[in-house]
């Protein structure tokens, strides 16, 4: 994707959370937890792939077919290689790999071994009629079973599906619509929404379309999830959407910039079949680190919202480029029962007096939920991650009563150990240009599988090239599955 700038207030200072009664998770070391509730445990972390690019991922249960599918960024504008611009063609595995196609692999053993998917035999997971695109990959899944994934080459939106659970792609076409980081949302049998930030038009910025054909063609029209407020500010729609299967609703995480320069997030809504979005803000007067928030919905219908704060010292300078200084920043929560119409107060889900960055939720039954993010370590000090190294931890908490007064929640590390040390560039394309470390890209993901289990995939960069002994110039894929403590859909354990 290419997110050169972050449209959105990711400088505003964040409101003096105490004043609004929450309680911070605080915990100086990155397995810290809080009483309450079982942790969660975690098996070792598995490379998916050791030979191909795994930047962005998404991992998705697909419990119809009984597998696992995973899907990466192929790495093209995701090189580095010790902060020199790196040229793909001197990694071996890229050349003999590449197909201009994100990475797909599936599982049919829970994760244990995963296979790349070939088309026709060859090295390339898709036909290229239907699939081109190295780079923004989203799964989703309609009423019908049938799995849809995009791809995109930094304009075209590729959508594509499958109806074996992920292992051959049958249907879809290179270019659903032109525009720039596409998230799915599977509607109705046959039916999948996507939202895309257009490119091209007097009229451009964030849209969404539909197929209503599992993805063989696309509305020729998109319709417009942004708009103006009030005060002379302005709303867009801005991440991973979903769909409302209760209230056949599209729903999409929303960011507000204010007239008087604060910043909210929140979402938007459409009902099926409707033609226009309604903003919902959800929370006034923080920060946003990340690119966008990320939501979920439950089995009952509660919508969650989650970001990172972006939390400055004031007066400093020693920010990338001269900008403030980091202090300790936030992992925050809020949700909706009612698609908008009115909200939990905030929730801080993580504080542990280092950086937090890049949340993502997902949801089981009625108020249960597992987060995710990145972490720093207390030594690293507070780095500004586009310009400073920091040791990288992938952290989760598992709630149940999230939309309630008194919600429980464990907060683990759940890969043990560093996946990632460097700086963590959200610069977008600019990333490699500049010759910054953006091997992770721009967020990582986690999902449940069909017990409630959660599953949780990030970019690694630990493994060294064997030829050179030196990093390789992409992550690789990891995968990380719950193996103990409470499911999030039914009763009992993930043992």
Same mark, same amino acid.
């Given at each position: 994707?290419?997110?050169?700038?972050?449209?959105?207030?990711?400088?505003?200072?964040?409101?003096?959370?105490?004043?609004?009664?929450?309680?911070?998770?605080?915990?100086?070391?990155?397995?810290?937890?809080?009483?309450?509730?079982?942790?969660?445990?975690?098996?070792?972390?598995?490379?998916?792939?050791?030979?191909?690019?795994?930047?962005?991922?998404?991992?998705?249960?697909?419990?119809?077919?009984?597998?696992? +599918?995973?899907?990466?960024?192929?790495?093209?504008?995701?090189?580095?290689?010790?902060?020199?611009?790196?040229?793909?063609?001197?990694?071996?595995?890229?050349?003999?790999?590449?197909?201009?196609?994100?990475?797909?692999?599936?599982?049919?053993?829970?994760?244990? /071994?995963?296979?790349?998917?070939?088309?026709?035999?060859?090295?390339?997971?898709?036909?290229?009629?239907?699939?081109?695109?190295?780079?923004?990959?989203?799964?989703? &899944?309609?009423?019908?079973?049938?799995?849809?994934?995009?791809?995109?080459?930094?304009?075209?939106?590729?959508?594509?599906?499958?109806?074996?659970?992920?292992?051959?792609?049958?249907?879809?076409?290179?270019?659903?619509?032109?525009?720039?980081?596409?998230?799915?949302?599977?509607?109705?049998? /046959?039916?999948?929404?996507?939202?895309?930030?257009?490119?091209?038009?007097?009229?451009?910025?964030?849209?969404?379309?539909?197929?209503?054909?599992?993805?063989?063609?696309?509305?020729?029209? *998109?319709?417009?999830?942004?708009?103006?407020?009030?005060?002379?500010?302005?709303?867009?729609?801005?991440?991973?959407?979903?769909?409302?299967?209760?209230?056949?609703?599209?729903?999409?995480?929303?960011?507000?910039?204010? *007239?008087?320069?604060?910043?909210?997030?929140?979402?938007?809504?459409?009902?099926?079949?409707?033609?226009?979005?309604?903003?919902?803000?959800?929370?006034?007067?923080?920060?946003?680190?990340?690119?966008?928030?990320? +939501?979920?919905?439950?089995?009952?219908?509660?919508?969650?919202?989650?970001?990172?704060?972006?939390?400055?010292?004031?007066?400093?300078?020693?920010?990338?480029?001269?900008?403030?200084?980091?202090?300790?920043?936030?992992?925050?929560?809020?949700?909706?029962? /009612?698609? *908008?119409?009115?909200?939990?107060?905030?929730?801080?889900?993580?504080?542990?007096?280092?950086?937090?960055?890049?949340?993502?939720?997902?949801?089981?039954?009625?108020?249960?939920?597992?987060?995710?993010?990145? &972490?720093?370590?207390?030594?690293?000090?507070?780095?500004?991650?586009?310009? &400073?190294?920091?040791?990288?931890?992938?952290?989760?908490?598992?709630?149940?009563?999230?939309?309630?007064?008194?919600?429980?929640?464990?907060?683990?590390?759940?890969?043990?150990?560093?996946?990632?040390?460097?700086?963590?560039? &959200?610069?977008?394309?600019?990333?490699?240009?500049?010759?910054?470390?953006?091997?992770?890209?721009?967020?990582?993901?986690?999902?449940?599988?069909?017990?409630?289990?959660?599953?949780?995939?990030?970019?690694?960069?630990?493994?060294?090239?064997?030829?050179? *002994?030196?990093?390789?110039?992409?992550?690789?894929?990891?995968?990380?599955?719950?193996?103990?403590?409470?499911?999030?859909?039914?009763?009992?354990?993930?043992?």
């Amino acid at each position: 994707m290419a997110l050169p700038l972050r449209p959105h207030g990711s400088r505003i200072p964040l409101l003096v959370l105490s004043l609004l009664g929450v309680v911070a998770l605080v915990g100086l070391l990155p397995g810290s937890g809080h009483a309450g509730t079982t942790a969660p445990t975690f098996a070792a972390p598995v490379y998916v792939d050791q030979a191909l690019a795994g930047g962005e991922p998404e991992v998705f249960a697909d419990t119809l077919h009984g597998r696992l +599918i995973y899907s990466a960024h192929e790495g093209t504008t995701h090189l580095y290689r010790d902060g020199i611009v790196s040229s793909p063609w001197g990694d071996f595995s890229f050349v003999s790999n590449y197909c201009n196609q994100v990475n797909i692999w599936t599982s049919p053993d829970g994760g244990t /071994n995963w296979y790349r998917d070939r088309y026709l035999g060859t090295q390339c997971p898709t036909s290229p009629a239907i699939n081109t695109g190295f780079s923004d990959p989203d799964l989703t &899944q309609d009423a019908g079973g049938r799995v849809y994934d995009t791809g995109i080459d930094l304009v075209n939106d590729a959508l594509f599906s499958s109806i074996d659970g992920g292992q051959t792609w049958d249907q879809g076409n290179a270019d659903c619509h032109d525009g720039d980081r596409p998230w799915l949302a599977g509607g109705k049998a /046959n039916q999948v929404f996507m939202g895309t930030d257009t490119l091209e038009g007097s009229g451009s910025g964030h849209q969404v379309f539909v197929s209503n054909d599992g993805g063989q063609t696309c509305s020729a029209t *998109g319709i417009d999830d942004n708009g103006s407020l009030a005060d002379g500010g302005s709303w867009t729609a801005f991440g991973k959407l979903y769909y409302d299967r209760l209230a056949n609703t599209v729903v999409e995480p929303a960011i507000f910039q204010h *007239g008087d320069g604060s910043f909210g997030v929140g979402i938007s809504t459409m009902p099926n079949g409707g033609s226009s979005f309604t903003p919902h803000e959800g929370f006034r007067g923080t920060s946003m680190y990340a690119h966008w928030p990320a +939501i979920a919905i439950d089995a009952a219908g509660t919508v969650y919202v989650v970001w990172d704060t972006d939390n400055r010292q004031a007066g400093t300078s020693g920010g990338c480029n001269g900008a403030q200084t980091p202090a300790p920043n936030s992992i925050m929560m809020v949700s909706t029962k /009612n698609l *908008g119409q009115t909200w939990s107060a905030p929730v801080t889900v993580a504080h542990p007096g280092t950086r937090v960055l890049w949340p993502w939720i997902a949801a089981g039954d009625a108020g249960k939920v597992s987060v995710v993010w990145y &972490q720093t370590e207390p030594q690293d000090g507070m780095p500004d991650l586009d310009c &400073q190294t920091g040791h990288i931890h992938v952290m989760e908490a598992s709630i149940t009563n999230a939309a309630g007064k008194s919600s429980q929640r464990s907060n683990v590390d759940a890969a043990g150990r560093v996946v990632h040390v460097g700086w963590v560039c &959200q610069g977008g394309t600019t990333c490699v240009a500049t010759g910054q470390d953006r091997r992770l890209g721009d967020y990582f993901t986690n999902t449940l599988d069909s017990r409630g289990c959660v599953l949780i995939a990030s970019g690694d960069t630990r493994l060294t090239d064997p030829t050179t *002994g030196g990093p390789y110039p992409t992550a690789r894929p990891l995968f990380i599955r719950q193996n103990g403590g409470p499911r999030l859909i039914g009763n009992g354990s993930c043992s």
